[in-house]
Each structure stands twice: as structure tokens, then as C-alpha cells.
């Protein structure tokens, strides 16, 4: 069984930074990408940055700059490091790893975390 566990979520003002942390566990042939998803209240699930495990990263439009997601595969990690943070960065951030599994044959299955509240106050 995999599962994805969070920290790092907080109360900061803007302007401000957090550290997210992910760790993932279980048995798995590999972690294909790891990424970070947010949702803040009325809104749907939007990708905020992700990282292959080769190290390729993607972010949003609304946090590039300001934003940087890592990973230790070692250590099943990813991070997101948020500097600058904005109010409009108020969320739910949700881990997201696509894993690849073997059961008579390959294949990927989507695992998400259950989240960590940011809120960013004025």
C-alpha cells in the first residue's frame, strides 16, 4: 500500500515563505513524477509545480519565479520551497506521485496525499 504524507503547511503573512514536505511509502517498482497540486475554497485542483524523476520540473504560470519543487529519490521526497507567498496562494496542497507497480505486468497508478492547509494573510 502506497501512501503519501505532508507537512509543512502553516499560517504565514505575505510575503513570506513555507516548506513543503512529502514523503512517500510503500513498495513500488518506481516514482515516475512527483508533483505538488493546490485547491483553494470554490476553485477546482490545479497543478502548482511537478518534477520527473530524472529531475524536469513544470510549474504554473502563477508561481514560477516564486516557487521550487525538489526531490531526494532516495529519500522518496519532494519539496516545494514557497518564497513570496501571496494571499491567492491560500490553498490546500495536495502531494501527487505517479508510481509505477508490477502485478504480472507493468503499470502506473495516480497516489495523492490528503493534504496540508496554506493560509498566506495580508
Known amino acids: 500500500q502506497v501512501q503519501l504524507v505532508e507537512s509543512g503547511g502553516g499560517l504565514v503573512q505575505a510575503g513570506g515563505s513555507l516548506r513543503l514536505s512529502c514523503v512517500a511509502s510503500?513498495?513500488?517498482?518506481?516514482?515516475?513524477?512527483m508533483g505538488w497540486y493546490r485547491q483553494a475554497p470554490g476553485k477546482q485542483r490545479e497543478l502548482v509545480a511537478a518534477?520527473?524523476?530524472?529531475?524536469?520540473?513544470n510549474y504554473a504560470d502563477s508561481v514560477m519565479g516564486r516557487f521550487t519543487i525538489s526531490r531526494d529519490n532516495a529519500k522518496n521526497t519532494v519539496y516545494l520551497q514557497m518564497n513570496s507567498l501571496k494571499p491567492e496562494d491560500t490553498a490546500v496542497y495536495y502531494c501527487?506521485?505517479?508510481?509505477?507497480?508490477?502485478?504480472?505486468?507493468?503499470?502506473?497508478?495516480?497516489?495523492w496525499g490528503k493534504g496540508t492547509l496554506v493560509t498566506v494573510s495580508s
Open positions: 501527487n506521485a505517479q508510481i509505477i507497480l508490477y502485478n504480472d505486468d507493468l503499470y502506473e497508478l495516480d497516489y
Open positions: 518534477i520527473t524523476s530524472g529531475g524536469s520540473t
Open positions: 510503500g513498495s513500488w517498482i518506481s516514482i515516475r513524477v
